[in-house]
């Protein structure tokens, strides 16, 4: 027998596993919308993304991965805000009921998002091209979100984690010959599928620089496309990346070349790591905080006065960007 739209709801998304409890959530799937009670001194935080088949994710997608990565990725963005997660919805258009492919990614949905404490609450299911649709919410006291606004030249400019790894899973996935993928361990695939799929959660990152950075967001389209946010939102017009400081993991320095290292860290897409400037006054007391959370955190370079973003090589020399970042929209790209 067919499952109607309201089994599926049932069955997949507001099982057991679902089962939400979180401070802030007074009403989650089952009623026409969910209820946050929000304390007076705070604000709240929306963003939604959406993930397309064969734009975002390839069409064989293991679906508890590709449900981890589509939660990640939205909350991902709460982080770079310095906000506490409150809750998600998820809008699913699915092309046909396939039982097996919902199982999977409901028990992928349900991990990441006790992972993450941020409870599903609520959602829309409806046929059509696969499409998976988060919107997040978070909140932050008053006030204090960090924005991408806010800095100045001679901030420090950091970042969280290793860059380049999620565009590198992408080659080796895709068999791309610039990523040297003979004799690789069960350890190092599954390394780059978390890469990918399972990008670490930077919420105490944000919100233990609240305060202290000047500005931040979160690392999606690459480097020296996302950065640049920061220099036109921050009316900073330059920054100077320092090659040799940029953050590659030891098997981008096994598996693929030294200009494509750089080239995956500066314009790799999908590392969904913070990008934060801190102020010089405040270097110290970022290191510290960083340093007790035990998040790698490299600082890279400086936002100047120059007329524009430049990559500086170990010789001194000012390199070429060839990526400058994933763009929608644009020839290249599908
Ligand atoms: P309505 O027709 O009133 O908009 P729906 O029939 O779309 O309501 O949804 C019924 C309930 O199921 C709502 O509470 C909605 O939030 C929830 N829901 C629907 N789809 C999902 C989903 N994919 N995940 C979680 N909750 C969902
Ligand atoms: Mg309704």
């Keep these: 027998m067919a499952l109607t739209e309201f089994d599926i709801i049932r069955q997949f998304f507001m099982s057991e596993s679902f089962a939400a409890d979180h401070p802030h959530l007074v009403k989650g799937p089952g009623d026409d919308a969910a209820i946050l009670s929000l304390p007076d001194d705070h604000d709240l935080l929306v963003s939604v993304d959406t993930l397309n088949e064969s734009v975002h994710f390839l069409p064989d997608a293991e679906p508890s991965l590709l449900a981890a990565r589509c939660l990640a990725v939205n909350v991902s963005d709460l982080a770079a805000m310095g906000a506490s997660p409150l809750g998600f919805t998820l809008a699913l258009s699915l092309p046909q009921v396939s039982l097996s492919w919902l199982q999977a990614f409901s028990e992928g949905l349900a991990k990441a998002a006790l992972d993450a404490d941020c409870p599903l609450i609520g959602g829309d299911t409806t046929r059509g091209p696969l499409s998976i649709t988060i919107q997040v919410h978070g909140m932050v006291p008053?006030?204090?979100?960090?924005?991408?606004?806010?800095?100045?030249?001679?901030?420090?400019?950091?970042?969280?984690?290793?860059l380049g790894d999620a565009a590198a899973a992408l080659w080796w996935m895709q068999g791309d010959s610039r990523f040297a993928a003979q004799g690789m361990s069960n350890a190092e695939e599954q390394y780059l599928l978390d890469a990918f799929y399972q990008p670490a959660s930077r919420i105490a990152v944000g919100k233990a620089l609240r305060g202290i950075a000047s500005a931040a967001l979160d690392l999606s389209d690459g480097l020296a496309s996302d950065l640049r946010h920061i220099l036109k939102a921050s009316s900073v017009s330059g920054a100077r990346i320092d090659s040799g400081q940029l953050p590659v993991s030891e098997l981008l320095k096994q598996r693929v070349?030294?200009?494509?290292?750089?080239?995956?860290?500066?314009?790799?897409?999908?590392?969904?790591?913070?990008?934060?400037?801190?102020?010089?006054?405040?270097?110290r007391e970022a290191?510290?905080?960083?340093?007790?959370?035990?998040?790698?955190?490299?600082?890279?370079?400086?936002?100047?006065?120059?007329?524009?973003?430049?990559?500086?090589?170990?010789?001194?020399?000012?390199?070429?960007?060839?990526?400058?970042?994933?763009?929608?929209?644009?020839?290249?790209?599908?």
């Design 142 to 162: 008053r006030g204090q979100a960090l924005l991408r606004s806010g800095a100045s030249a001679g901030d420090a400019v950091y970042v969280t984690g290793t």
């Design 287 to 334: 290191e510290a905080t960083l340093a007790a959370l035990q998040v790698p955190f490299t600082r890279i370079g400086q936002l100047s006065n120059d007329p524009e973003m430049m990559v500086i090589a170990s010789d001194g020399s000012t390199m070429n960007l060839k990526a400058t970042g994933y763009h929608h929209f644009q020839s290249h790209s599908s």
């Design 257 to 283: 070349s030294r200009s494509d290292q750089i080239e995956l860290a500066m314009g790799g897409g999908d590392d969904y790591e913070l990008c934060v400037c801190i102020p010089p006054a405040r270097i």
